[in-house]
Structures are given as structure tokens and as C-alpha cells.
């Protein structure tokens, strides 16, 4: 009996239906081999969290001050947002159509852009604690993801029961490899529309999961099934390195002062799971205030208007929170 890196059984690997694909990505992968380089990086965004997408693209820019940032629109945004950010951060909104895209769907997009553009794609809640670029200059491989260690527990309930999907996907494999899709590193042309549809219904907005609760958590229990099916094809197609920081599981070697001086590792901070009314009640609160302060220093009155906004937030996270009750109440009665 063969184990993966996760804990879970290997099985034999899936008959050579996709060569085809493999072949025709050939081109995709030389241009990846033959000019190592980021052409954007993707904030996914909505109003439920303007204030994280400031933070975050204010991070980016403190070791970033011109890479290409782009928005990918998942949901309605704050208004006047995108014009504060394209006015003093030079951020830009992504080619894909705005819309209500569901949880976390928008995220996909990028995979079916311009053929072989070379990205990262971000969750709003995260900042950058170093040069995070660096692993993509390392590395050789089309995909960079968080290399994660879960118990099978915990991978059928945050990504998907492969035994389940077997029933209904006879090629299904035990997962090689399991990432948060809050941060992960991409190439277009390589994975296509196709390969997601017979689970996402991509003709419906938000895109709608054909079998419900056979994917966990949205677009990330489904990304990381296509991906380790393709990745038992072509096992060069990802690398995996420790590319996150999960505040719920310490702060790590992060803290405004090791960011500000650039001595903290090259990770992506990401404060999954954590929703509370203030900035002060997160763990590295520092940070998120660091970055904040950063981010207003680029705004006209940016101290007058950081604290008017301040003041309201707490106001808005009480009402979003009793809106997702009654949401859910509503939905459980149907």
C-alpha cells in the first residue's frame, strides 16, 4: 500500500486521457521555461472587504512599487474604491466582467487569460511579509502553491472527499497535494474551462457546483482536485513550497518592525477565518495597521479620512453579520 504526501492512499495513476492536453500545452510550458517572469498580480475583491484590499495592495507595493496589481471584481465593490486605487496606487480592474461570482469562482479566471501570462493570484485578507516574488523567479514549474499538511479530516472538510468524487469521477486520484487558494501562483492556457465543467456549471452567475457539497469552501476544494488530476499526469506541472503564514497558527518570524526592515520571510500572511469587527482584535494586529498607515500616507487628508472610515467599520461589520444570519436562516428554510 503507497501513501501520499498527505497522509491518503495512492492508487494507480489515470489512463493516458490526457496526453492530449499535455501535448497541447507544450507551447505554454516552453514560453514559461523560456522567460521567467510575473505579469500580474490579482487582488479578488468585493465591498465585504475593501478595507483588507487596501491593506493588502499597500503591502504589495512596499516591496513591489510597480508590478502590475489587478482587481478581479467578484461581487459589488465599495463605491469610489477602484478610482482611490487606480488614482494613487496604480491599480488596475482585471478584463473579467464584474458580477456576482459566488465564492471565490472569480478567482479561476485568470487560468483562461491571455496563453502563457505568468500570475499570482491573491484573497483580499492578505499581505505580503517579504519579497514573495522570489519563489516564482526559483522556481521552473507552470503552478507554485502553499505546501500544506492536512489530516484526511480536515481534507474532506476543507477540499473534498476524493472517495466521493471517485463515485461520480471514475479517473479520480487521492490528492498528491493540498493549498489554500488565497494565494497561489498560475499560468494561463494550461488548465481550461472544460476541465472544471463537469462539476461547475459555468453558464449560470455565480457559477454553480452541479453536486452540492462534493467541493469544499468554493473555488478551492475545485481547484485543487483539477489540479492534482493534472499533476498525475505531468507530476512537473507544481511545486510546492511554504508560501503562507496562517496567523492561526502563530505570527511566525511577522511583526510590523521585522516587515518594515525587511527581515521577515517571504510569505503571504493570510488571515483566513479571522472576521472581527476591529483591526486590534486580529492576531498581527501590527501589521494590518502598519500597512493601513501606509496605504492612507497616499491619500489627500488620508489621516482625517483613515479615521472616519475607522469609525464606521465596526457599525458595518455588525449589520453585514446579522444579513449573513438571516441569509442563511432563509436559505436553510427552503
Not at 7 to 24: C, E, F, N
Not at 48 to 54: G, I, M, P
Not at 268 to 289: M, N, Q, S, T, Y
Request: hydrophobic share 40%.
Amino acid at each position: 500500500m503507497v501513501f501520499g504526501e498527505c497522509g491518503v492512499k495512492l492508487g494507480d495513476h489515470p489512463k493516458k486521457s490526457g496526453v492530449d492536453d499535455q501535448l497541447a500545452s507544450q507551447n505554454v510550458r516552453r514560453s514559461v521555461l523560456s522567460g521567467r517572469r510575473l505579469d500580474t498580480i490579482f487582488v479578488a475583491a468585493s465591498a465585504r472587504d475593501a478595507r483588507f484590499t487596501r491593506i493588502c495592495v499597500a503591502s504589495i507595493r512596499h516591496f513591489y512599487p510597480t508590478a502590475t496589481i489587478k482587481l478581479l471584481v467578484g461581487g459589488k465593490l465599495e463605491d469610489g474604491l477602484a478610482n482611490e486605487l487606480s488614482r494613487y496606487w496604480d491599480v488596475r480592474l482585471s478584463d473579467v466582467p464584474p458580477g456576482e461570482w459566488g465564492w471565490g469562482f472569480v478567482k479561476l479566471e485568470p487560468l483562461f487569460g491571455r496563453e502563457g501570462e505568468q500570475f499570482l493570484v491573491l484573497d483580499s485578507d492578505t499581505a505580503f511579509g517579504g519579497a514573495v516574488l522570489q519563489h516564482w523567479q526559483e522556481s521552473s514549474a507552470p503552478f507554485l502553491v502553499d505546501d500544506e499538511q492536512q489530516s484526511e479530516a480536515d481534507i474532506n472538510r476543507l477540499y473534498y472527499d476524493w472517495t466521493k468524487v471517485a463515485a461520480i469521477d471514475r479517473q479520480a486520484q487521492p490528492p498528491q497535494f493540498l493549498f489554500n487558494s488565497g494565494q497561489w501562483f498560475g499560468t494561463a492556457g494550461l488548465l481550461r474551462r472544460k476541465d472544471f465543467e463537469r462539476f461547475l456549471d459555468w453558464n449560470s452567475m455565480p457559477p454553480k457546483a452541479r453536486l452540492s457539497g462534493l467541493f469544499q469552501n468554493g473555488d478551492q476544494g475545485m481547484l485543487n482536485y483539477v489540479l492534482n488530476q493534472r499533476a498525475h499526469i505531468d507530476r512537473q506541472i507544481v511545486e510546492r513550497r511554504k508560501i503562507m503564514c496562517w496567523p492561526g497558527n502563530g505570527m511566525e518570524t511577522f511583526t510590523a518592525q521585522s516587515i518594515s526592515q525587511k527581515t521577515a520571510e517571504a510569505k503571504v500572511i493570510h488571515w483566513a477565518g479571522f472576521k472581527r469587527a476591529r483591526l486590534g482584535e486580529l492576531p498581527g494586529a501590527d501589521i494590518l495597521r502598519f500597512f493601513e498607515a501606509q496605504y492612507y500616507a497616499q491619500l489627500p487628508k488620508g489621516t482625517t479620512v483613515r479615521v472616519l472610515r475607522r469609525a464606521r467599520y465596526p457599525t458595518e461589520f455588525s449589520i453585514r453579520k446579522v444579513s449573513d444570519k438571516l441569509a442563511y436562516r432563509l436559505r436553510k428554510s427552503k
